[in-house]
């Protein structure tokens, strides 16, 4: 009986925290497979508003992918999960760099936006602006 009350809690705690992690990414809208977090410091129209722009460019192209929005200050943080490796490839920067650039002009009016690359679990791993 110990053994049964033992492994319940195991799971109980398990199940815990998986959902008490996932909900610190903020809320959750989905587009054509990409799901798309928002915090309290940015509004559902914001994360509406670069939802359709992520489906207009194809970013969001059916295959899963996260991305999480939020703001330091006026700066919009657009925080995307990348594979393991990506961030020490130089030859990406670049491309973040742009993709950071037309969110600032197509969704956000020429505001500033940073690119952060994640770990699956929103770690920042490196910025580019």
Request: proline fraction near 1%.
């Amino acid at each position: 009986m110990k053994k049964v009350l033992i492994g319940l809690f195991f799971v109980f705690a398990v199940i815990v925290y998986f959902v008490a992690s996932s909900s610190s990414y903020g809320e959750k809208l989905e587009f054509n497979g990409t799901d798309v977090y928002y915090t309290d410091l940015v509004t559902e129209t914001d994360a509406q508003k670069l939802g359709d722009y992520l489906i207009e460019s194809e970013f969001a192209d059916g295959n899963g992918k996260s991305v999480q929005l939020t703001r330091r200050d006026s700066t919009y943080l657009f925080r995307m999960v990348v594979i393991d490796g990506v961030t020490e490839d130089s030859t990406k920067d670049i491309s973040f760099k742009a993709l950071a650039m037309l969110i600032s002009m197509e969704v956000f009016d020429d505001a500033p936006v940073e690119l952060e690359a994640c770990s699956n679990t929103f770690e920042t791993l490196r910025v580019y602006k």
